[in-house]
């Protein structure tokens, strides 16, 4: 139980484009979902955490209008970053959680950004 | 500020030893504490959490709490080169909130 599943795990485009990201609760009822970014070597940096039907609630540093987030059911959130650059590029992963237990990581998003 | 502390490794250690891994916190309110394992360039995954003071076992897994000294360990027995890998450490503030994770550590379990 409790899988998360993330699409697509890689994303290669040319700089300016808009990239979205999915994050599907599989088997259970997400009443909130994360999005973390992760550099290479690095630990997890939270991005922004999202309850269903509310605006996402971001980390101090993080642009809102360049990462949108979206939370519309209990099952799917998306990410989208909007007219990527190549510093954009990192690896994104989302997690899923019911009522505050444990969170269930999706496996990530490879994005690179030429 | 909240923080969770752990060493950064890389801890060595032989296949079939128990790897010892360790974790402070600062925060005295946090109820809730979860070991996920990160391979590299893969994302993390749930091994165990422990709400209750004491050790709770799952397989070759056992998660220790000590709240008074707040702190967490997660023993792994038996240890086998697929274990090799980061383990991160995070605390929930409270009943509810963002998990606070530590930076991981490294392990490395040599054949």
């Known amino acids: 139980g409790a899988v998360v599943s993330q699409h697509p795990s890689r994303v290669i485009c040319k700089s300016g484009t808009s990239v979205k990201i999915e994050c599907r609760s599989l088997?259970?009822?997400?009443?909130?979902m994360f999005w973390y970014r992760q550099f290479p070597k690095k630990s997890l940096m939270l991005m922004a955490t999202s309850n269903e039907g509310s605006k996402a609630t971001y980390e101090q540093g993080v642009e809102k209008d360049k990462f949108l987030i979206n939370h519309a059911s209990l099952t799917l959130s998306t990410l989208t970053v909007t007219s990527a650059h190549p510093e954009d590029s990192s690896f994104y992963i989302c997690?899923?959680?019911?009522?505050?237990?444990?969170?269930?990581f999706g496996d990530g998003t490879r994005l690179s950004i030429l | 500020q909240k923080e969770v502390e752990q060493n950064s490794g890389p801890l060595s250690v032989p296949e079939g030893a128990i790897a010892s891994l360790n974790c402070t916190y600062s925060?005295?309110?946090?109820?809730?504490f979860f070991w996920y394992r990160q391979y590299s360039g893969k994302s993390p995954e749930l091994i165990m959490f422990?709400?209750?003071?004491g050790d709770k076992e799952d397989g070759r897994f056992t998660a220790q709490l000590n709240k008074a000294s707040q702190y967490v360990s997660l023993l792994i027995r038996d240890s086998q080169p697929s274990d090799s890998a980061t383990y991160l450490c995070a605390g929930l503030p409270g009943s509810q909130g963002n998990l606070i994770f530590g930076k991981g550590t490294k392990l490395s379990v040599k054949p």
């Open positions: 422990i709400y209750s003071n």
């Open positions: 925060d005295r309110g946090s109820q809730s």
């Open positions: 088997d259970f009822q997400a009443t909130t």
């Open positions: 997690s899923a959680s019911k009522d505050w237990g444990p969170q269930h």
